[in-house]
C-alpha cells in the first residue's frame, strides 16, 4: 500500500509569496535624514549601517495560508482552497527602530530638518548648510550657523576646526563679563565677615515676624554693597551666553545628524567619522574632567556661603551626568563640549593667578598678600584706590561693631546700661543687704528666746 502512495514535489504544493518594497531610496544617490539611525551608528554598539530596506522602505508581505503536506492516495490531485492573505504592514516597525536607535538628549530636542532630494548649492560657500535644509530662523542658533559657515568658508578650515575657532571666539567675546563677575566675586567674598551681624539680626526678625526691622536691615545692606561697589545680582550676567552655547550645540546637532556631506570622512587622530560617537569614550571622558576641574576652581572663588554640600555634589554629579549623556553623541558634539570644558578650565586657572588679578586691575583673592609693598608696587593706580576704599569700610565697620559690643552685649550681660564695673558693684551691695538681713534675723531670734526665759522666772 505504501508503494502506491506518490509524493507531488514540493514547488508545486506551495504558493508562491509575493515581496513588494515600496522605497525611493534604494534609487536616489544620497538622501538626508533627520535621524542618525538610517545613515551610520552613532555608538560604538551599532558597527555596521542598517540597510535601507529594512529601515526606510514599507514592505507589504502577501502571504497565503499554506496548506499541510499529505501523501496522496491516489494519482489524481486534491483541489486546494486557499483564503486571501492579509496584507502586513512593518512601516511601524521601522520607526519605531529608529527612534530606539536616537540618543536620550534627542528626544527632547527639536527634530531635524529632513532634506528631499540633492541639493544644486555649490559646497563650500556661504549658504550651502541653509541650502540643504538647515533654517533656524532668527535667533542664537542661526547666529552661530552663520558664524561656523564663515569660518569654514574664509579661512578654509574642516569642519571640526571650524566647530573649535567658534567656540574660542565666543568665549573671547565674553570674556570682559567674565572678568567682571570674577572681581565682583572677590569682593563679596571679602564682605562676607561683615554681612554675618546683618544676616544674624535679619534671622531674628524674620523669627519675631518684625517687618520693619526687615526692611531696614536690607536697606543697611544694600548700602553696604553700594558702598564697596558690588551687586549680588551682578553673577547672573554670565547667563548672557547660555543662549549662545545651546545655538552652537543645535547648529552642530543638526550638521552631524543630517548629516552634512564629508563630515563622515573630515576627522582627525581616531576620529576621522564626525557623524558617529567616540568609539574609545576619550572625547566624553576629557570633556567631562575637564568640566569638574573648572567648576572646582571657579567654586574656590564663590563666597564661602555659597558653596555648601549641595554644591559639591553638584561639581560631582554634574560631570558623571555629562559623561552619560555625550558617550552616544556625534564626535563633532563632544569635541565642541571638550573644547568648550577645556577653555572654561583654562579661564579659571589663570583668573586665579595675582599677577594676572593685578595686571588686569581686579580685586585680589588672598587678602594678606596686599600688604606687602611688593604686590601693591605692581598694582594700578584705580586698583590701589579701590582697595583703600575697601579698607576704609572694612576698618569703619569693625569700629562700628566694637562700639555696639561695649555698650551693648556686656551691658546686658551684667543686667545694667554701666558695663561691667556696675555690674560688679551691684552684686556687692546686694551681697552686703543679704548679710545685714541674715545677722537682723540671728539677733531677733536671740532676743525672743532671751525674753522666753526671763518671763518663765
Known amino acids: 500500500m505504501l508503494s502506491r502512495i506518490v509524493r507531488r514535489p514540493l514547488s508545486t504544493r506551495l504558493p508562491r509569496t509575493s515581496i513588494r518594497a515600496d522605497s525611493g531610496l534604494l534609487s536616489s544617490p544620497r538622501q538626508f535624514s533627520q535621524l542618525p539611525s538610517a545613515r551610520h551608528p552613532t555608538s560604538r554598539w551599532t558597527p555596521s549601517r542598517p540597510s535601507a530596506l529594512a529601515s526606510r522602505s514599507s514592505i507589504a508581505i502577501k502571504a497565503s495560508t499554506i496548506p499541510s503536506i499529505r501523501f496522496a492516495s491516489t494519482d489524481a490531485a486534491a483541489p486546494s482552497t486557499s483564503t486571501p492573505p492579509p496584507n502586513i504592514d512593518l512601516s511601524n516597525f521601522a520607526q519605531e527602530a529608529e527612534t530606539h536607535s536616537t540618543s536620550f538628549v534627542d528626544r527632547f530636542l527639536p527634530a531635524i530638518p529632513s532634506v528631499h532630494g540633492v541639493t544644486d548649492h555649490p559646497p563650500d560657500t ?45 568665549r573671547a567675546i565674553f570674556l570682559p563679563i567674565f572678568i567682571s563677575v570674577s572681581d565682583n566675586t572677590a569682593r563679596m567674598k571679602e564682605l562676607q565677615p561683615l554681612l554675618l551681624p546683618y544676616m544674624e539680626r535679619q534671622r531674628n526678625a524674620i523669627k519675631n515676624s518684625d517687618l520693619q526691622t526687615q526692611q531696614q ?58 557623524t558617529s560617537a567616540d568609539p574609545f569614550f576619550l572625547l566624553p571622558a576629557l570633556s567631562s574632567g575637564f568640566l569638574y576641574l573648572s567648576m572646582k576652581f571657579g567654586a574656590a572663588d564663590m563666597p564661602s556661603q555659597q558653596v555648601g554640600n549641595m554644591m559639591k555634589y553638584i561639581r560631582i554629579g554634574l560631570p558623571l551626568f555629562s559623561l552619560g549623556i555625550t558617550c552616544t553623541m556625534p564626535s563633532l558634539l563632544t569635541l565642541y563640549f571638550l573644547t568648550a570644558s577645556f577653555l572654561g578650565f583654562l579661564q579659571a586657572l589663570i583668573i586665579r593667578s595675582e599677577k594676572t588679578r593685578a595686571w588686569l586691575g581686579i580685586y585680589p583673592l588672598n587678602r594678606p598678600e596686599i600688604a606687602k609693598p611688593l ?49 560688679v558693684r551691684e552684686q556687692m551691695k546686694t551681697s552686703s543687704e543679704e548679710k545685714k538681713h541674715k545677722e537682723y534675723e540671728r539677733r531677733a531670734k536671740e532676743e525672743d528666746e532671751y525674753r522666753k526665759v526671763m518671763g518663765r522666772r
Open 217 to 274: 536691615i536690607r536697606t543697611e545692606i544694600m548700602g553696604l554693597y553700594k558702598r564697596a561697589g558690588v551687586s549680588p545680582f551682578k553673577s547672573l550676567s554670565n547667563l548672557v551666553q547660555i543662549p549662545f552655547q545651546f545655538g552652537s550645540f543645535m547648529i552642530l546637532r543638526q550638521m552631524a545628524y543630517l548629516p552634512v556631506p564629508g563630515l563622515e570622512h573630515s576627522g582627525i587622530l581616531w576620529f576621522q567619522d564626525l
Open 375 to 423: 604686590v601693591k608696587s605692581n598694582l594700578s593706580p584705580e586698583a590701589l584706590a579701590r582697595i583703600k576704599a575697601d579698607e576704609t569700610i572694612v576698618q569703619t565697620e569693625k569700629d562700628r561693631r566694637m562700639r555696639e559690643s561695649k555698650g551693648g552685649m556686656l551691658a546686658t550681660a551684667m543686667g545694667t546700661k554701666g558695663g561691667l564695673m556696675d555690674g
Open 126 to 170: 556661504i549658504g550651502y548648510l541653509y541650502a540643504l535644509g538647515l533654517d533656524n530662523g532668527w535667533g542664537p542658533t542661526t547666529v552661530m550657523q552663520n558664524a561656523l559657515e564663515a569660518l569654514h568658508v574664509y579661512t578654509g578650515a574642516p569642519w571640526w576646526a571650524a566647530a573649535v575657532l567658534a567656540t574660542i571666539s565666543l
